[in-house]
């Protein structure tokens, strides 16, 4: 069974930055994509940042290119998204997502495994 779990949300301020991270549990993930989603209160959700656990380049909505960071370390199964210069509309609950195909995550947003989601909250 694939296990999902984020972790590292809270309550921060705007221009504030803060770390949430992703541990994968069940099976290797050497050959998934790994990627984040996040959901507003009333809003569909959206697509943020995703990458392959081999590597290569990784793939961001525009909404957050040149703020958010996603990264992965294979050794411990884990995948990050460091997110700066937070504003109050990145306010959402961020989820992480597996898929052995990255486009079933980028473009299809329709990955095969979800995490439980975790809260950010950003004041102004």
């Known amino acids: 069974q694939v296990q999902l779990v984020e972790s590292g949300g809270g309550l921060v301020q705007a221009g504030d930055s803060l770390r949430l991270s992703c541990a994968a549990s069940g099976r290797s993930f050497s050959t998934y994509a790994m990627g984040w989603f996040r959901q507003a209160s009333g809003t569909e959700r959206e697509f943020i940042a995703a990458?392959?656990?081999?590597?290569?380049?990784?793939y961001y909505a525009d909404s957050v290119k040149g703020r958010f960071t996603i990264s992965g370390d294979n050794a411990k199964n884990t995948v990050s998204l460091q997110m700066s210069s937070l504003k109050p509309e990145d306010t959402a609950v961020y989820y992480c997502?597996?898929?052995?195909?990255?486009?079933?995550?980028?473009?299809?947003?329709?990955?095969?495994?979800w995490g439980q989601g975790t809260q950010v909250t950003v004041s102004s």
């Open positions: 997502a597996a898929d052995r195909q990255v486009r079933n995550i980028v473009v299809a947003q329709n990955p095969g495994y």
């Open positions: 990458i392959n656990w081999n590597g290569g380049t990784p």
